[in-house]
């Protein structure tokens, strides 16, 4: 048994995001976006299509220059980028169209990551095998060891495995906050039912999350808290019940009442 | 009667299977025998002995031309060095142009003899041609392909206007090379340096994140690597073995001039490249190997020469659109054979 890393106090705030705004032209994809995740916490980020959900991932791991407001991670800013210096400092993220390295072994895809500097700096200055912590990784998102599917090329699997993928290579960063870019999404029912075990022993592990999503039953057995966006806008944040319980999300979801 | 004799045929397909060597299995690297020992050194051996017995044998003629090929070679290997880490060149000539400028200058100007020109050049054009791509590293595909593409022809123009380095005249009269067998000997070295070099490069860790990036650059970010300094290390690689190449080809013709800018530099490792097949260095060489010779033999034809030659160009391209090496590869690591299908 190892022992349990020593986990910081959960309730601290580890990520602030304070007036973020973005404007492609005329379009105000993401307007004034304020709000903090806590240590240890899983926070859904839910809203139509084209609330600005992916805009916000860019922005916050600095895909995106954001037009105003910040983005700083345990007190850092971290506005703006670059995208690798925000993934040094500890926030990862994976892409809702999945972005394999398509030529490379399934497990090679991880080895990239593994090949970053802050893989060696939290190891202590050693790299270690990596083949060997990659495989490691696959398994724990749910690649059966040693099987034939993780010496295939990256090109010819099926988009559920590439999802894993994505979250792997994700991993391999030992990242302090996590953020899923639909993660669930184009997944059946049972793909789904086994990666949420996957996220919940992240979650037990004291892993911070942002999940965007639209699978909002699955997101909700496991949200600790939502945010709402509408037209780029937050229109709600809380606890899952309650927020769907408003008549806005309601109305931005399903159109609203007083339309009729 | 027609649509029967079509049927049959759909019902045979052709099957490929691995040769049994152990070797090939990932992580056992245990050589059982002579036999095995030989598979795997045969195809690497095989080129090196060819030619060196070809430099020997060959006519005079021959020897020249093939030292001018191992050139293109280098300059191909250059290409795919660069187009295998996300970075498609359109202009070999500024690597080429660069290092032999550079060795040109090093010798008339200060007299320094090859033994120090080669070296300085190969890693002065490599810091130059670097340094000049370094604001365009941020651009992608065409763009990026352009911008490489339009260097060596601007350099070319402002030699030409501010007759520097001598104008249009060129610096001549340089130092040559000790003895011929000397010349051929030191190209050959440096493309098997460059080519099995690179090639293990490649294979490492550090050559998947290169791989990644030609891939997918923003997967690479995300995974918190600084893509500039990987693309700028491969691009410095990349420059300085086309930078050795315009350098020797300096001391070889004694003469260097606004012509080691032209298009053919360019032009030739990328055809080289398509014919050879992509992604592995050692096609493109390969590639450089068929072109050059085959454009010499041609010599004797006239007008109609490169008429034959884009024939034959084509031939290769549609006929082997993976590339000769690829395809000498898969006939030598899988059997083939017809079998039924279904029943």
């Known amino acids: 048994m190892t022992e349990p890393a020593p986990q910081p106090p959960r309730d601290e705030i580890i990520l602030a995001v304070e007036g973020l705004s973005k404007r492609f032209g005329g379009v105000t994809a993401v307007d004034d976006v304020s709000f903090n995740v806590k240590q240890g916490e899983l926070l859904g980020v839910i809203g139509p299509n084209g609330s600005g959900k992916t805009t916000l991932v860019n922005l916050i791991t600095g895909f995106l220059q954001p037009s105003t407001g910040r983005v700083s991670l345990k007190g850092q800013d971290i506005t703006g980028g670059p995208p690798y210096r925000t993934a040094e400092l500890g926030l990862a993220r994976t892409f ?26 939290l190891a202590g200055g050693a790299y270690g095998d990596r083949d060997a912590v990659a495989k490691d990784l696959l398994e724990e998102v749910g690649f059966e060891r040693d099987s034939w599917v993780i010496n295939k090329q990256a090109s010819v699997l099926p988009h559920g495995y590439l999802k894993r993928l994505e979250l792997a290579r994700c991993l391999a960063l030992r990242p302090e906050v996590l953020v899923l870019d639909e993660l669930f999404s184009g997944l059946s029912l049972a793909e789904v039912a086994s990666l949420v075990p996957v996220i919940e022993k992240l979650m037990v592990q004291g892993m911070t999350i942002i999940m965007v999503e639209h699978r909002l039953k699955e997101l909700f057995r496991i949200a600790d808290r939502v945010l709402v966006l509408n037209f780029g806008q937050k229109i709600a944040e809380g606890v899952p019940a309650e927020v769907m319980a408003q008549p806005k999300v309601r109305g931005a979801y399903l159109g609203s009442e007083s339309e009729d | 009667m027609a649509a029967q004799d079509t049927s049959k045929q759909v019902t045979r397909r052709r099957e490929r299977l691995d040769r049994g ?41 021959w020897q020249r031309v093939l030292i001018s090929t ?34 040109g200058i090093m010798n008339h100007y200060l007299g320094l003899p090859p033994g120090l020109t ?18 365009v590293l941020r651009l992608r595909g065409i763009y990026f392909a352009m911008f490489t593409l339009i260097l060596p022809l601007m350099i070319e123009r402002i030699i030409e206007a501010t007759k520097v380095f001598g104008g249009t005249e060129g610096l001549s009269g340089l130092t040559p090379f000790a003895h011929p067998l000397w010349e051929s000997f030191l190209t050959m070295a440096a493309l098997w340096v460059a080519l099995f070099g690179l090639r293990r490069i490649m294979a490492s860790d550090y050559g998947l994140v290169l791989k990644g990036i030609n891939d997918n650059d923003r997967a ?45 530099y360019s032009i030739l490792p990328i055809a080289s490249a398509a014919v050879g097949g992509l992604g592995t260095l050692a096609g493109p060489a390969l590639g450089a190997f068929i072109l050059v010779p085959l454009s010499e033999m041609l010599r004797g034809l006239g007008g109609l020469r490169i008429v034959i030659y884009a024939v034959l160009l084509v031939v290769f391209t549609v006929g082997l659109p993976e590339g000769v090496f690829h395809y000498l590869r898969r006939k030598y690591t899988q059997f083939e054979r017809w079998t039924e299908v279904g029943k």
């Open chain 2, 118 to 135: 080669l070296p300085l050049a190969t890693l002065g054009g490599g810091v130059i041609c670097t340094v000049l791509l370094l604001p």
């Open chain 2, 21 to 61: 060597i152990k070797v090939r299995s990932e992580d056992i690297y245990a050589l059982n025998s002579w036999r095995e020992a030989l598979y795997l050194l045969a195809p690497r051996a095989l080129p090196v002995v060819a030619l060196v017995l070809l430099q020997l044998l060959a006519p005079e003629y």
């Open chain 2, 220 to 264: 690479v970010m995300s995974a918190a690597l600084n893509i500039y300094r990987y693309k700028a290390q491969a691009l410095f690689l990349a420059a300085a073995t086309g930078a050795f190449a315009g350098a020797f080809m300096t001391h070889s013709y004694r003469f260097v001039g606004m012509p080691v800018f032209a298009l053919d």
């Open chain 2, 70 to 103: 191992t050139v293109f070679a280098l300059l191909a290997i250059s290409w795919d060095l660069a187009a295998s880490s996300g970075m498609v060149c359109l202009g070999q000539a500024l690597f080429f142009g660069v290092g032999a400028y550079l060795a």
């Open chain 1, 96 to 121: 809702q169209m999945v972005k394999p390295f398509y030529q490379l072994p399934a497990f090679k895809n991880v080895v990239v990551a593994l090949f970053s500097p802050r893989v060696k700096r």
